[in-house]
């Protein structure tokens, strides 16, 4: 039992890194940069998905449902999105509102589950 304690406790830490990166990268950029970087995008885009990967592990060592509970669920389906569709069907818009605005308050959430 005590294995599992430490693997969700792992998963929220990772959790944390990946989102800080996440918010390091917006505060050093703006929305032109990100349009304009193609490296940029990809970065974001691969955080992002290492995020959903962590949320989705998280979920399953908590016995939550990734498809239900929330805000898992969302980072679960954004995983799903940047990682299996084609670049030109990824709404950047949605992508850049999430990196500009959703990392703290994510940040919140995990470091109140890691107390």
Known sequence: MSGDVRAERHALLELDALLARIEALAADSDRQRF??????????????????????AYVRLSGLDPHVDQPWARLYQLRNKLAH?????????????????RPGPLRNQVRELLR
């Open 85 to 101: 569709r084609r670049l030109p069907d990824i709404d950047e818009d949605e992508v850049w509102r999430l990196t500009a605005l």
């Open 35 to 56: 349009e304009a970087d193609d490296n940029l995008r990809w970065v974001v885009h691969r955080l992002w998905i290492a995020v959903g990967n962590e949320a989705l």
